[in-house]
């Protein structure tokens, strides 16, 4: 696979976020720096084009993963994903965040551990489900479909 197959830049819209509390922002921080270290993406019909720059919305419950070249110059693609498919994923991935969050302040480790498990498999669905609903447009590995999950859901987050 070439080098260039890879996401150089990304960029969250900004807009209608509201105050994040510090481990969101870090969960935010993290996802960014993973995936500009390593990716894999592939948008289909423009192999030649990358590396990309991606930024990430929601417009009219969808997220757009819109692709432009890494100098953003050109836009490539818009990918809009209805956010309907993720909705239950999310919603139950946001419960038990709060109950692990909650967790880690006062709970027995094992029960942190179950906690945890529980939301690493939500996240690994929520993984699984974008890569497929990805994959007529661009292709991406499972660890890279992980932290645009992560971003994903933090673009949902509201006040």
Same mark, same amino acid.
């Given at each position: 696979?070439?080098?260039?197959?890879?996401?150089?830049?990304?960029?969250?819209?900004?807009?209608?976020?509201?105050?994040?509390?510090?481990?969101?922002?870090?969960?935010? #921080?993290? *996802?960014?720096?993973?995936?500009?270290?390593?990716?894999?993406?592939?948008?289909? @019909?423009?192999? +030649?084009? !990358?590396?990309?720059?991606?930024?990430?919305?929601?417009?009219?419950?969808?997220?757009?993963?819109?692709?432009?070249?890494?100098?953003?110059?050109?836009?490539?693609?818009?990918?809009?994903?209805?956010?309907?498919?993720?909705?239950?994923?999310?919603?139950?991935?946001?419960?038990?965040?709060?109950?692990?969050?909650?967790?880690? #302040?006062? *709970?027995?480790?094992?029960?942190?551990?179950?906690?945890?498990?529980?939301?690493? @498999?939500?996240? +690994?669905? !929520?993984?699984?489900?974008?890569?497929?609903?990805?994959?007529?447009?661009?292709?991406?590995?499972?660890?890279?479909?992980?932290?645009?999950?992560?971003?994903?859901?933090?673009?949902?987050?509201?006040?």
């Amino acid at each position: 696979m070439p080098d260039t197959q890879h996401i150089a830049k990304i960029a969250l819209d900004e807009k209608t976020v509201v105050r994040r509390n510090a481990d969101i922002e870090h969960e935010r #921080k993290v *996802a960014i720096f993973d995936i500009l270290d390593q990716n894999s993406f592939i948008v289909n @019909g423009f192999e +030649n084009d !990358g590396p990309y720059s991606l930024h990430l919305s929601i417009e009219d419950n969808r997220l757009i993963f819109d692709v432009r070249t890494e100098d953003d110059s050109a836009e490539l693609i818009r990918i809009p994903l209805p956010v309907i498919s993720f909705r239950r994923i999310i919603k139950d991935y946001f419960h038990v965040c709060e109950s692990y969050f909650d967790a880690i #302040k006062s *709970a027995s480790p094992s029960k942190i551990e179950a906690i945890d498990m529980g939301r690493r @498999g939500l996240h +690994n669905e !929520g993984s699984e489900l974008l890569k497929e609903r990805l994959k007529d447009k661009a292709e991406t590995d499972f660890d890279t479909a992980r932290r645009l999950f992560t971003l994903m859901c933090i673009l949902h987050i509201r006040g």
